[in-house]
């Protein structure tokens, strides 16, 4: 309770303040960043194809088919794109402590990192991604999912099917889950990679029906000028190293993506020992996920992989705050301060 509470008053305070610094109204905040391309998607999903072009349809269908779907009973598409965000931030916390059994992780889920607190009051990704991918591993590790039992693999795999639908980079969940069940005869192991394969394979062919392309946002990710131009994947650390000097960032940006690079490489380290010896599945589940997520995220190219690197390492969190968590305070006073510390710098990153 206190996770979701503490996750809630977090986020009503950046949308508050950000929404007042910024003179937004509620339809304006739900229109920053690539918030507009969701709403466009998600207008064009309900047969509304205004302004829905190759760029604004880059955005994967996940979530803008979620606000379409609320869209169906009178909800506002403003509203359903922030309601639908902040409700999933506030579930992913809560769920990742009882998936690994430790409020310290929905603790951290819920008061960081700071770009991630501020995405999760916006019409972005990254939470409905979240909240399906651990509520998917939360279904699997259930008392349905037994040897004797199939129910909560099948559910677990339609959970993170939907999630890969969102953001494709559930698949490195997926990954995880496998490596945590090596004593789990493989036939039981591959239940839930063939549901989630199911429901994204069903979900490409509605694409192809809808836009004669299933993978035409791909190409426009690669492709478009004002996404990855060409480069979307290149020599690790090339994009960070390079960016900062092509372009002349801030050192205070520098110093801000580099923070989030010490601190996910140092979850990196950490969990390799977690591979090799006799480690829990949880362990290996967090291990799988992480290392994975992180091999991609150092590979991506343009600029997108300097700027957006805090972003693209959020769909690993829960992994990463579960390796350090040594690291991590118990007490909930210190986690209110550093929600508030965090919560500061959200509604002063809005905009900018």
Known sequence: ????????????????????????????????????????TARAIADDRRNFDDYQGRVFPGYPAMIAVLHLVRIPWHIAALGLDWIAAIAAAAMSAMLFGDRRIGL??????????????LAASEA?????????????????????KMAGDLAGGVL???????????????????ASREK?????????????GIVVILALIGIHTWRGDPLANVRTQIESPGAYNGQLFTW???????????????????????????LTLAGCILGLPLLLG??????????????????FVLCLGNVW???????????ALPALFWIIRQGLPKGIGVWVVIGGASACIAALSVGR
């Open 278 to 295: 006799d480690s829990t599945p949880l362990d290996r589940l967090a291990a799988v996920w992480l290392l994975a997520n992180t091999a």
């Open 108 to 121: 951290a889920m819920a008061t960081l990192i700071p770009h991630y607190l501020m995405n999760s009051t």
């Open 305 to 315: 992989g300097f700027e957006c690197f805090h972003r693209f390492t959020v769909p």
């Open 184 to 196: 789990t005869p493989k036939w039981k192991i591959a239940v839930l990679p063939a549901a989630a």
């Open 1 to 40: 309770m206190w996770i979701a509470l503490l996750a809630l008053a977090l986020r009503v305070c950046v949308f508050a303040a950000a929404s007042w610094r910024l003179g937004l109204s509620t339809e304006g905040y739900a229109n920053l960043y690539d918030g507009r391309s969701y709403l466009i």
């Open 128 to 148: 409905p991604m979240l909240a399906l991918t651990v509520g998917g591993l939360l279904a699997a590790k259930s008392k349905c999912a037994s040897d004797e």
């Open 160 to 178: 993170l099917g939907l999630a890969g639908l969102v953001r494709p980079v559930a698949c490195f969940a997926v990954l995880g889950y496998a």
């Open 236 to 262: 690790p650390f090339h994009s960070l190293i390079v960016t900062p000097f092509e372009h002349a960032v801030p050192w205070p940006r520098i110093v801000y993506i580099w923070l989030h690079v010490i």
